[in-house]
């Protein structure tokens, strides 16, 4: 599907969009659609429940007297209230009604909004980019898909007076959209294709971009120390791989300290001998959905070319069961120094989060790190699917962190930390270990496990395992993968860490 600008056209063919605000009156396009149809539009709205509110849509086949093949209507909500992430669910809406509808092409047709703050190029470009992200589907596996049941549309043009502004602003936001279709890719990806040298591949892809990567394969981690994180893919056939990546967007002679990301990529969690029950196990193909959210990121700030030095970095390992498995019991010396003793080896994420942040905070002395990883079952009994659990050692991080959550409507919740629920993990035997009293505050148990290995640097961890996948359609993502992470963390970059 592709996008485009242009100015307004009322001989459009196919499908048109027209936006409603509450007062249900038409303006602009909408009242010319409404005359040449001999008040088709007026009519439809009277005999339905349509109100113009956000969320709300209505749709007039074959309208009279018009070149259209159908209008669709969506509702806008208060236009006081439209902001980037409104026009983003509004494009998003249009594009659920016509995506598989047999349209081929859809004409949103976007006039000043009364009484609306954003811009009608804003507006535009974020409607745009709301239909983008919607329109992804995984669909590569099927060889059999009825007609009916794939996308018709095959190009999206949005019409309105500033179409050259709207153009410039959708271009940064459309590669933040294709950074979250990789990031989906990812994480839709079984385990035997997405393992972590073919990943470690995928992401050395982003070469091409201007990324740095680097990959650093078992050996090498075993030089560095990396006990914690070897253990975990101990088990499996395939090598362990921890990838670095660096976008450097600032001037060689820039004296910023980078800012750094960190994600869990387990491309499978069978539980190693720990091993989880049959039923559902087949979802830990998404347990590498930290990872994909960083490597998301650096795709979208290399391709938007952001103003920012920033690295990545993710470990990837598949946690099985074997011979050579790592055993319930088993001590292991992290890169930190530290000892841990492996109670569970299910909790796995945290011992290959352990060496990459430590790695990371020596490696880089960044401003801060965030990491992202499908850590805790736990978090999805105490947040469910709407929120991402986040943890700090650092308050104002979180106000920026937050204030990104708000704007890109990638939602996160607080959740705290403490010495008490730090000493859960003491060992007997070592200097801790990797899971916290049974049944109890499981999710900041394992915040606390992180803790330890970030050596003071400001930091937030953000436990997604309730956020990646999703089982039902949201507003800007069919079911399935979400790319949860990659347009938070892309605007919190962008609006604090970026020089303008
Ligand atoms: N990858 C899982 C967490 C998870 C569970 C994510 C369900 C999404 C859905 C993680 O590695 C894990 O197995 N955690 C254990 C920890 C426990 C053994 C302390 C859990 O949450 O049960
Ligand atoms: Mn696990
Ligand atoms: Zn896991």
Redesign the pocket.
């Known amino acids: 599907m592709n996008i485009g600008f242009s100015k307004t056209s009322l001989s459009a063919k196919g499908a048109l969009v027209l936006f409603i605000l509450p007062h249900l009156k038409l303006a602009g396009a909408a009242s010319e659609i409404d005359r040449q149809s001999g008040g088709a539009l007026k009519r439809a709205i009277a005999a339905s429940r349509f109100k113009g509110n956000a969320g709300e849509k209505l749709e007039i086949l074959a309208p009279a007297n018009t070149p259209a093949s159908r209008v669709l209507l969506v509702g806008l909500g208060k236009p006081q209230e439209i902001n980037d992430l409104s026009a983003e669910k509004a494009g998003a809406n249009a594009v659920t009604q016509l995506l598989t509808s047999g349209e081929k092409t859809i004409s949103v047709l976007i006039d000043v909004i009364e009484g609306a703050k954003i811009s009608p190029a804003a507006f535009a470009a974020h409607v745009a980019v709301g239909a983008q992200l919607r329109s992804y589907r995984f669909d590569r596996y099927f060889t059999k898909q009825p007609d009916n049941k794939k996308p018709s549309v095959e190009r999206i043009e949005v019409m309105l007076d500033d179409h050259a502004s709207a153009k410039k602003l959708f271009k940064p936001l459309e590669k933040v959209a294709e950074a979250v279709f990789f990031a989906r890719d990812l994480v839709s990806e079984p385990g035997n294709v997405i393992y972590p040298k073919s990943y470690a591949a995928e992401i050395k892809k982003l070469e091409a971009l201007g990324v740095e990567v680097e990959i650093l394969g078992e050996k090498e981690m075993r030089k560095l120390g990396m006990g914690s994180l070897l253990g975990v893919g101990q088990g499996s056939e395939n090598e362990s791989q921890l990838v670095v990546m660096q976008w450097r967007g600032l001037p060689k002679t820039s004296k910023v300290k980078p800012i750094a990301f960190v994600g869990?990529g387990?491309t499978f969690?069978s539980?190693g001998i720990?091993l989880?029950p049959g039923a559902?196990m087949e979802?830990?193909k998404?347990?590498m959905g930290g990872s994909a959210a960083v490597v998301g990121l650096m795709k979208a700030l290399a391709g938007r070319k952001a103003k920012a030095n920033v690295v990545g970095v993710v470990g990837l390992v598949e946690?099985m069961p074997s011979g050579k498995a790592q055993r319930p019991g088993d001590v292991v010396k992290s890169m930190s120094g530290q000892t841990i003793e492996v109670?569970?080896t299910?909790?796995?994420?945290?011992l290959v989060l352990a060496d990459a942040l430590w790695y990371t905070q020596d490696r880089f002395k960044p401003q801060f790190m965030i990491d992202l990883?499908?850590?805790?079952?736990?978090?999805?009994v105490s947040l469910g699917h709407e929120n991402a659990g986040i943890f700090s050692n650092d308050d104002a991080l979180v106000k920026k962190l937050t204030d990104a959550s708000e704007k890109s409507g990638e939602n996160v919740w607080r959740l705290p930390l403490s010495d008490t629920y730090d000493k859960d993990i003491d060992s007997s035997i070592a200097d801790m270990k990797?899971?916290?009293a049974?049944g109890s505050a499981?999710?900041i148990?394992?915040a606390q496990f992180l803790q330890r290995f970030v050596n003071k640097t400001p930091w937030i961890h953000i436990d997604i395992?309730?956020t990646?996948?999703a089982k039902k359609d949201l507003p800007l993502c069919q079911k399935g993968a979400t790319g949860y992470g990659v347009r938070l963390l892309d605007r919190l970059v962008r609006d604090h860490y970026e020089e303008k």
């Open positions: 869990k387990v969690d539980g720990s989880k559902g979802d830990m998404f347990d946690n109670i569970n299910d909790a796995e994420g945290r990883a499908t850590l805790t079952g736990a978090i999805i990797n899971v916290g049974a499981g999710s148990s394992a395992a309730g990646a996948w």
